[in-house]
């Protein structure tokens, strides 16, 4: 197998991705810390026995922010100060 040096490509650093280093935050294991930087969206999963509340999230990530959708309920048991004016969700399919 050969190697060609002209399928490189120029790799431009995207200045808008770079983090301010006052900005990090790590454990003291020196990982990176992730945390929700606030809640975006509800919405709720109909299965077919059941409904579950979701709510999207906009993360701060050592890349950039990222959006994923998670359980409401574990969200709030984790970070209930990102929910402030609703009570605890509970489970009223039965």
């Given at each position: 197998s050969m190697f060609h040096v002209s399928k490189l490509k120029k790799c431009m650093a995207d200045e808008p991705l770079a983090i301010p280093l006052d900005e990090i935050q790590v454990d003291d294991k020196l990982?990176?810390?992730?945390?929700?930087?606030e809640i975006i969206n509800r919405e709720v999963k109909r299965l077919k026995?059941?409904?579950?509340?979701?709510?999207?999230?906009?993360?701060?990530?050592?890349?950039g922010p990222e959006f994923?959708?998670?359980?409401?309920?574990?969200?709030?048991?984790?970070y209930p100060h990102h929910f402030p004016n609703s009570a605890p969700v509970t489970d009223t399919t039965s």
């Open positions: 990982n990176f810390i992730e945390e929700p930087v026995q059941s409904r579950i509340p979701i709510v999207k999230v906009c993360w701060n990530s050592r890349r994923t959708w998670e359980r409401e309920d574990q969200m709030q048991k984790k």
